[in-house]
């Protein structure tokens, strides 16, 4: 899936306006590995996530393994009954979250003693099926809450991963809206912002993250991204030949809003069902229209303000 | 034991096995004398693998996938992103205040140049009181305060929070060098002071502008719907509610004399203001919804209701009757503030429900495949 | 740019500036403390190999140890089972032992105490060594019934499947010694019913093979296991399965996340799959769909089974059945004109004495047993072929549709799919856990399977056999080195009090003549040398009589109704939460409350140990505190890291853990509890005349210690386990026992586990050096033999039956068995050996006959022993059932099951009598990946416990709908026993089934997970108020995977209303005393 920065019917900003939008925006669009814009010379390859999420068994061993490792507190009891999410999303205390989705939908030869009718509003032959999927940081080729980090308690590792600095991080909570994923946020008690570091303190030693080392079915993958993205796409193509159509992928094309991301998935469904925004764009793609805009509008103040004077001289 | 059994066995296992092999297909994998062989690893596993196989089901896919899309479907009604952990009387207060006071300095040194030293008063310490403000208001909203300074280690263009912050540092000293002028009598020191004081005044109506502007692309750059979305017209909305702040201090603050240029500016601001934020409105889409609800409703009403009484106000009353002026100009103020409060809670409540999240960018995916 | 001096130089501004990142997003702005980071694994002084505590699945572990404290602990990746990963469980391994939930010091309730008080260590366990002197004295009974029984009924221990072998070693031999058998632990609970059924089927009562070898299977049958959850981490070999094009079918009550993952889930009604099953062995017979060449070779299909059997008829009784006894006399199920001994189950029989009266005077021994007759043709109408034919053909897909309510179209592809991947050329494999084993009628449920896999031709090849899925990290060692009642190490029977029996008659009754276990006297004898060395002597028939003896079932439910008797006075939980994890918890706790002492040894302080202040009847006005004379001693365990020893995970391997960090303040391993409360004991009885003590004092008990607590070594005691030669060299195999007690063994199955004197369980070879079996990854009994009876993967003459399944074969020119696994069978026996007529033993193991532990080394398709409610597994609906039994009317109910009569434990009607539709519910219940069993070991763990924080039942949006039951909100669910409320989880998982032929109608089952109790930090009701004590005759377990209830909307009434509405439900339903306990 392929989507422009731009919407429909609106131009391209154009230098002069804002001068340096340009060259801005280059790097703001850039494809390629991230590392290398970000002032690190021969780095290590860039290493990611594929979470195949048609291996996975629900068994939260990835939650667990992450807050053990990362010493993330427990965040309280709270029963949802939404299946068997009782961890609700991403957040400052939550790196790794298992989402559990019903489904009445045809599943063909799968089950064939467990026909539950459609749901209301849903035609098609009955089936049931119970899709669970890992979540995490998806580490963006282009990381709105890097770039709109004022501190610089965010950055780009070497391996391509973004991770908050604790000794840093003042807590201004911009990177939180800035997340188009909704991953980023606040620890309240605390002050400071918290999310997947991708184990940074482990790759440093070549050690692999926390939560793809427990995972019992290899649903999380952990790798240097282009052999995942390889391995991705032969998996697609195998669940296609199997007859899983609806296997797709997301978050691998580097022609996405985010120019990609780190940490990529293979859905059954839409991305939406997952709680997975369907065409997520970095937001600072429209930066360098809003700096253009912002100098239209200041010197339309200064206008508005010589206006005001206009033919006054008493 | 008996061969008669064993003959049996022998002439019927290998057609069963035949037959077996026919009807499913087991494991490619085998067991032989040297050892595993044609294994796969787990990750290959075929799960739901039977879906839509020979039975036809794939063709019957398309339609209901379809249906899907159109659908709005989201994860037991979570958001997607996450709402901006930001107080609404810190950071909406903030982006009031220093468009205030930005709006204010290019207003003060009109008024200086053309002679109106009582307009251009309040508006100089109203000016540096706003942004000191200001500036107390965003550190308080730190999760960690004591590490404001943190925010000076880098300048990220990137980030309009960071380019604010180095803009607020070269701001703050000059407005306030501008309101000591002020302050100051007809002494042997005053008289040194009043140059830095000019080129205070000077300075900072230059970068008053950016101050009263860059907090636009601060809220327009993140993932929350009613703010992103509305990313080019924000700006515009920003500037003008600031000018009308200003003209809305200057009302309050000049004698009927001197207040003509405030009275215009309101005019401008206010015409600017209703207009921008119609534009934004209608470019956003259903997000437009969280702009006319619940607390952001009432909110960007109250501004519209307070920005047109005012405007009436200042043109009847302006110039004639003192008190009639000050009204207008503080009801000037509280639209202003009351606008940047609902751009905020519309923000908010945006980000807390995913339709606004999914649907546009659903709509976008249709848009493009179209 | 020019180089900035000083401390500006690594201002972020400049470097951005300088060093190419111009938007200051990377390398500019890392900060001193990132670029300080390291991570605590690789700082680590130590990585200590151990093993997760959790399960059986024995996910091996790498404990990170800083400054002699543990700091991490992930997977070992070299692990051949486990490959370094861990479910969440293992994950919270790190919080559970080194988080703030344990207790760290030991904790006393006087009689009638109020509260808990401090009390010293050692003060405790002088006090204890006191009481458990004065209570063995109290209880101790010479005789019972005129029969020698030399032992006490005044003590009782429970729990083991937590602990170390070498920790359940010591407390049998200890508590044995002292006179006590009512010893029992979580294996009787749990899968005792996979023991006997497995056991007499083949030989042994253990998984016939590992998880790691379903990778090799076409078919994988998950039925009664729930692998995805309860066992994640060997999930990960099914998943390699389908990778390769494997089948995988779940055949289960409730769609879980195991269901999720299979290619086909087959949901049915709780308590029928012995209809279900027979329904498949029926198609396999009736199509003559078996493997022919192996059933004939392996099996006792062509035997003849003697005149007097009668099968079952309308009346659902076999012949030999005593209304009195509500038992059966299994003698008229024997071989015709032969005499037979189980392999496990019902051995030590009065009747077995009996049929070898002759024998056991010393005449010739084959002639008493005599010879079974074999008809190849299978044409006998007696021969076991013909019976089963006969047994089986009402199981017809009609009557599975009925009873199971599995539509037949699936169960015909269901049948397919078995006939299709079995034979010579494909392998089926069977994955079952405790949904098999928890019924009235449990250890046939694991024979139905097991009969299957015999006609099919899958045991003992790649990709076959009976994968038991086993529950506590060393629950497999706690059933081999039992703290059971009815065995002795290494399944070897406790002797039953009979008339004068000695060790010949006891070793006559209990062992085959040939095969293995024809050398039980070996065993036997080399084991009481064990125990008591040089006092166990040739003229003293090796302290033989120092054994107690049994009466009947001394099984933890009858130690219940004992303790409410007031008989038991002194009480050992040894990491056991009866309150919780037993049937009818209710009955539990009354039981406690009825002793004069209780001794808790856990982490927590977990319902077990404080019902006296907080259980439900102190909460209902029931019990008073101050009432309560129970004196409770608490004292906190040591953690797996904290001690060194062995685990035997579910596929019988044992692994050693080693010590990676000293336990805190008086918390202590139970080996150290278990030797120290006996050299007390010991001291104390020291110079004792009385006959009774001299077990005790005579006993070798003399255990090098080490460390600040004299920990003993475990390795010293598992150096015992193993065994020793009259010269005191280390055994290296079970085959090198005397029976002239020259040689020492304390459990002859782990024999060779010491081997060469060096802890073969502690071997660590990484997977990628070694085969997909792990053999040289620690060390399995027996043998080291990883998949059993692997002499059947080749065919009589030892050729393998199919050259893409390949286990061991004969190689001719080595004349030796050879291949991927130790070879189950003599190495150098050749195929061709046929036994000289009088031979015994291993002597008389024909070279091809893979079944060695067998009596007649044939795989048993009908049990003519062993198993105490029949030959052949038949459907019986459970102890509470809305169903009436359609397949043999005149029978509902197992009528050889274990029923107890109590006021608090009264079971419902039988459908038809009035009342009984006042519980028409089935409930089923199970596991969650993110609790353990009671919850000691999860609902204190926050980072589980947060993942599933309360209670919950599951039920169908369709019953949902008829009951009023509110999605996310609460329901109350009352039995005969009890009322709980649960939050109501609707979802489409749970689906009602249609049953019965002439009169069809609905059922709908009800989901629960038991995990919860009061205490802890996830709290919530717990399931088993609501289950009954009702057992399996053979296994003694209890019925808790399918029961009746009645469901409501709304929380239950709390105080003194809860039992209020259970006793309105009871006189509703008219249950009296009688209700429900006929035969
Ligand atoms: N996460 C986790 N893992 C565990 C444990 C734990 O508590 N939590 N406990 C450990 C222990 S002690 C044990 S014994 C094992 C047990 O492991 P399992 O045997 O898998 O445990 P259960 O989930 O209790 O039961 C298995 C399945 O049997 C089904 N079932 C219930 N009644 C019937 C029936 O009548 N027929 C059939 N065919 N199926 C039925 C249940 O729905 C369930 O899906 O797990 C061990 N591992
Ligand atoms: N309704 C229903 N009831 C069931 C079952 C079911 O499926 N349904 N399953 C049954 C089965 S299979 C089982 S196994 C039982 C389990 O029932 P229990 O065995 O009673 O449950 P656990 O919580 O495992 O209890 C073990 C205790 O040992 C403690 N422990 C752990 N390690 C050690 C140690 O090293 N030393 C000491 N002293 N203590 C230690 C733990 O903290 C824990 O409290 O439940 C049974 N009950
Ligand atoms: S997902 Fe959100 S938090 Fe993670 S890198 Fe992308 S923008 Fe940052
Ligand atoms: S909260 Fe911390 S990490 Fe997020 S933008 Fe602010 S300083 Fe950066
Ligand atoms: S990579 Fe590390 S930090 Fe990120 S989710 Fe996995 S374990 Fe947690
Ligand atoms: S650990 Fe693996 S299998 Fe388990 S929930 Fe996480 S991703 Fe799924
Ligand atoms: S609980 Fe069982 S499966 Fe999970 S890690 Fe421990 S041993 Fe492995
Ligand atoms: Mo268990």
């Avoid at chain 3, 050398?519 to 040089?534: F, I, Q």
């Avoid at chain 3, 808790?600 to 019990?623: C, H």
């Avoid at chain 3, 069993?933 to 369709?958: H, I």
């Amino acid at each position: 899936m392929t989507s422009s920065p731009r919407t429909p019917g609106d131009s391209a900003p154009k230098g002069g306006a804002c001068a340096g939008a340009d060259s801005l925006l280059g790097v703001l669009l850039e494809h390629g590995d991230p590392s290398d814009s970000a002032g690190w010379s021969d780095h290590p390859p860039r290493m990611g996530f594929f979470t195949d999420t048609s291996l996975c068994i629900g068994c939260k061993a990835c939650e667990v393994a992450c807050k053990e490792w990362n010493e993330v507190p427990e965040d309280g009891l709270n029963w949802t009954g939404h299946s068997h999410d009782n961890t609700g999303g991403l957040g400052a205390d939550t790196w790794r979250h298992v989402a559990f989705i019903e489904q009445r939908v045809p599943v063909g030869e799968h089950q064939p003693n467990f026909q539950r009718a459609p749901a209301a509003g849903e035609e098609g032959e009955d089936g049931f099926r119970w899709l669970m999927s890992s979540d995490v940081c998806k580490h963006c080729t282009h990381a709105a809450c890097l770039d709109v980090c004022p501190t610089g308690a965010l950055f780009r590792t070497e391996f391509g991963t973004v991770v908050v600095q604790q000794d840093i991080c003042n807590g201004c909570g911009y990177c939180v809206p800035a997340c188009p994923y909704g991953v980023i946020d606040k620890r309240e008690a605390d002050g400071r912002v918290f999310k997947c570091t991708l184990c940074y303190d482990r790759l440093g030693v070549g050690q692999e993250p926390a939560c793809a080392k427990a995972c019992p079915t290899d649903s999380i993958q952990f790798g240097a991204l282009e052999e995942l993205r390889e391995r991705a796409a032969g998996r697609v193509e195998q669940l296609h030949d199997a007859g899983v159509v609806q296997a797709r992928l997301y978050g691998e094309s580097p022609d996405d809003g985010v120019g990609g991301d780190g940490a990529f998935f293979l859905l059954l469904d839409e991305p939406e069902v997952y709680g997975l925004p369907p065409d997520p764009v970095v937001t600072t793609r429209d930066l360098p229209r809003m700096w253009r805009n912002v100098g239209i509008a200041a010197g339309a103040l200064v206008a508005g303000a010589a206006a005001s004077f206009a033919g006054t001289r008493r | 034991m008996s061969t008669e059994g064993t003959d049996r066995a022998n002439d019927v296992a290998p057609k069963d096995d035949e037959e077996r092999a026919g009807e499913s297909h087991g494991s490619e994998a085998q067991v032989t004398r040297e050892g595993l062989e044609g294994v796969r690893p787990g990750r290959e596993a075929r799960t739901w693998s039977h879906e839509g196989s020979g039975q036809g089901r794939r063709t019957r896919r398309s339609p209901r996938k379809r249906r899907r899309e159109e659908a709005f479907s989201s994860y037991y009604g979570r958001p997607v992103v996450k709402e901006a952990t930001w107080q609404a009387m810190d950071i909406a207060g903030y982006f009031f205040l220093g468009g205030l006071a930005g709006a204010s300095s290019v207003l003060a040194a009109g008024a200086q140049l053309t002679g109106r030293p009582r307009l251009a008063r309040p508006l100089k310490l109203g000016a540096a009181g706003a942004i000191h403000l200001s500036l107390i208001a965003l550190i308080h909203d730190l999760g960690r305060p004591a590490r404001f300074l943190n925010m000076l280690r880098v300048f990220k263009p990137t980030s309009p929070m960071s380019v604010g912050v180095w803009v607020l540092f070269a701001y703050a000293p000059a407005a306030t060098a501008a309101a000591l002028g002020e302050l100051t009598g007809t002494g042997e020191l005053d008289r040194r002071v009043r140059p830095i004081a000019d080129a205070g005044t000077a300075g900072a109506a230059m970068l008053g502008p950016a101050v009263a502007s860059y907090t636009a692309a601060l809220v327009a750059n993140t993932a929350t719907p009613a703010w992103h979305e509305g990313h080019r017209e924000m700006p515009f909305v920003f500037v003008s509610s600031a000018a009308s702040a200003a003209a809305g201090l200057g009302l309050l603050g000049a004698p009927l004399a001197q207040n003509g240029p405030a009275v215009r500016l309101a005019m401008i601001g206010a015409a600017g203001e209703l207009t921008a934020v119609k534009l934004l409105e209608r470019r956003v889409g259903i997000v437009a919804e969280t702009y006319h609800e619940g607390r952001a409703g009432k909110l960007m009403r109250t501004a519209e209701a307070l920005t047109a009484g005012a405007v009436a106000g200042a043109l009847v009353l302006g110039r004639r009757n003192r008190l009639g002026a000050a009204l207008s100009g503080a009801a000037l103020l509280a639209a202003s503030a009351c606008t940047r409060f609902g751009i905020f809670e519309a923000g908010l409540a945006s980000a807390r429900d995913p339709k606004y999240t999914v649907q546009p960018q659903r709509d976008r995916l249709s848009e493009n495949a179209a | 740019m020019a180089r900035v001096p000083g401390p500006l130089a690594d201002w972020p501004l400049l470097r951005q500036l300088r060093d190419g990142d111009r938007f200051g997003r990377g390398a500019a702005v890392k900060s001193a403390a990132t670029s300080a980071l390291r991570p605590r694994t690789a700082d680590a002084d130590r990585v200590v190999k151990s093993v997760c505590p959790y399960c059986a699945v024995g996910c091996a572990q790498n404990v990170f140890v800083k400054d002699d404290r543990v700091v991490q602990i992930e997977g070992d990746p070299d692990a051949p089972h486990s490959r370094g990963r861990l479910c969440p469980k293992g994950s919270a391994t790190l919080q559970l032992t080194t988080g703030d939930s344990r207790e760290r010091f030991v904790l006393h309730r006087p009689p009638h105490g109020a509260d808990w008080e401090r009390l010293a260590l050692e003060t405790a366990m002088d006090m204890v060594a006191d009481k458990l002197i004065e209570a063995r004295a109290d209880g101790w009974e010479w005789e019972s019934e005129g029969k020698r029984t030399r032992r006490s009924m005044g003590v009782a221990a429970l729990g083991g499947a937590t602990l170390d072998n070498e920790e359940n070693y010591l407390i049998k031999k200890f508590l044995t010694a002292a006179g006590i058998v009512q010893i029992e632990n979580q294996a009787r609970v749990c899968h005792s019913s996979t023991v006997v059924g497995l056991g007499t089927s083949f030989g042994r009562g253990a998984s016939s093979t590992l998880p790691g070898d379903l990778q090799n299977s076409d078919l994988i049958v998950l039925e009664g296991s729930n692998m995805a959850e309860a066992h994640p981490v060997a999930f990960q070999w099914v998943m390699e399965a389908k990778a390769r094009g494997a089948t995988v079918i779940h055949v289960d009550p409730h769609y879980s996340r195991t269901s999720a993952l299979a290619d086909i889930f087959v949901p049915l009604r709780a308590g029928s799959d012995i209809a279900f099953l027979g329904g498949v062995i029926n198609h396999v017979l009736s199509t003559e769909s078996d493997f022919r060449e192996y059933v004939l070779a392996y099996t006792n299909a062509p035997t003849i089974i003697g005149e007097e059997f009668e099968d079952v008829g309308a009346d659902g009784l076999f012949s030999g059945f005593d209304e009195e006894k509500r038992g059966y006399d299994p003698s008229s199920w024997q071989y015709d004109g032969a005499f037979v001994a189980a392999a496990a189950g019902q051995r030590d029989q009065e009747g077995n004495i009996a049929a070898l009266a002759g024998e056991a005077e010393g005449r010739e021994g084959t002639a008493a047993r005599g010879e079974p007759k074999l008809d190849p043709t299978l044409q006998h109408p007696r021969c076991v072929w013909q019976i089963l034919k006969r047994h089986y053909a009402s199981y017809t897909p009609e009557t599975v549709e009925s009873v199971c309510g599995v539509p037949q179209d699936v169960f015909a592809k269901v049948c397919e799919l078995f006939v299709a991947n079995s034979g010579r050329e494909r392998t089926t494999a069977f994955v079952h856990g405790v949904g098999w084993t928890q019924h009235t009628i449990g250890s046939q449920y694991i024979r139905a399977a097991s009969v299957l896999q015999l006609l099919l031709g899958n045991m003992g090849r790649p990709g076959g056999g009976v994968m038991a899925m086993r529950g506590h990290a060393s629950i497999q060692g706690s059933s081999d080195i039992p703290t059971l009642f009815d065995t002795l190490p290494g399944y070897i029977p406790m002797p039953h009090a009979h008339s004068h029996e000695d060790l010949e008659q006891f070793i006559a009754g209990t062992s085959a003549r040939r095969g293995f276990w024809g050398e039980m006297r070996k065993y036997t004898v080399s084991l009481l040398k064990a125990w008591w060395g040089a006092a166990a002597t040739d003229e003293n028939d090796y302290a033989f009589d120092y054994l107690p003896r049994l009466t009947g079932s001394h099984s933890t439910y009858d130690t219940v109704m004992e303790q409410i008797k007031g008989t038991v006075k002194g009480y050992f939980l040894f990491g056991e939460n009866p309150a919780v994890g037993s049937a009818n918890t209710r009955m539990q706790r009354l039981g406690m409350s009825k002793l004069d002492w209780l001794v808790v040894r856990d982490f927590s302080l977990i319902e077990s140990a404080t019902w006296w202040k907080d259980g439900p009847e102190i909460e209902s006005g029931e019990m008073r505190t101050e009432e309560i004379a129970t004196e409770v001693f608490f004292f906190p365990a040591a953690a797996h890291i904290e001690k060194e020893g062995t685990f035997t995970n579910t596929q019988r391997m044992l692994q050693w853990h080693h010590k990676a960090q000293e336990p805190k303040d008086e918390q202590r391993s139970d080996l150290w509890f278990i030797y120290h409360l006996g050299k007390r004991v010991r001291e104390r009885l020291a110079g004792s005349q009385d006959e009774r003590d001299r077990p005790v004092l005579e006993l070798t008990w003399d255990y090098p210690t080490e460390g600040e607590h004299e920990d003993p070594d475990a390795n010293a005691v598992l150096a015992e386990i193993n065994g020793w030669d009259a010269d005191g060299k280390m055994l290296s195999a079970y085959t090198e026992l005397k029976d002239d007690g020259s040689t020492s063994c304390g459990c002859w199955i782990y024999c060779g586990c010491y081997a060469d004197g060096v802890n073969q369980t502690a071997r660590r070879k990484p997977a990628s050096e070694q085969n997909w079996t792990g053999g040289e990854w620690a060390w399995a009994w027996p043998a080291n033999r990883r998949i059993l009876y692997n002499r059947a993967s080749a065919d009589p003459e030892g050729k393998p039956w199919s050259e893409r399944k390949a286990l061991v074969w004969w190689d001719a020119e080595q004349q030796r068995w050879t291949g991927h696994d130790t070879p189950d069978f003599e190495a150098d026996k050749p195929p061709d050996y046929r036994p000289p007529k009088d031979a015994s033993g291993p002597a008389a193991i024909a070279g091809n006959t893979p079944f060695i532990m067998q009596a007649d080394q044939r795989g048993w398709l009908f049990a003519p022993a062993g198993v105490a409610d029949g030959p052949l597994p038949t459907h019986y609906e459970p102890q509470d059932s809305p169903v009436a039994n359609s397949m043999y009317p005149g029978r509902q109910r197992n009528p050889a099951r274990q029923v107890y009569e109590h006021e608090n434990n009264r079971y419902h009607p039988d459908p038809g009598e009035p009342g009984a539709d006042v519980f028409p519910f089935v409930v089923t219940t199970y596991r969650l990946t993110e609790h353990f069993t009671a919850g000691g070991m999860s609902r204190w763990t926050p980072y589980l416990a947060e993942l599933q924080p309360e209670f919950f039942c599951e039920v169908s949006p369709e019953l949902a709908e008829e009951r009023e039951l509110e999605h996310a909100g609460w329901a109350t669910l009352v039995s005969a026993r009890g009322a709980v409320e649960a939050r109501v989880m609707v979802t489409d998982r749970m689906t009602p089934l249609q049953i019965g032929s002439d009169q069809p109608r609905t059922i709908h089952q009800i989901g629960m997970p038991y995990h919860w109790g009061a205490n802890g930090y996830a709290k919530g009701d717990s399931m088993n108020e609501l289950s009954s004590m009702a057992l399996d005759p053979s296994s003694h377990i209890q019925e808790v995977k399918a029961l009746s209830v009645d469901i409501r909307p709304g929380r239950r009434p709390r105080g003194a209303a809860r039992q209020e509405l259970v006793r309105e439900y009871r006189e509703r339903a008219g249950i009296t005393a009688q209700t429900g306990i006929k035969p």
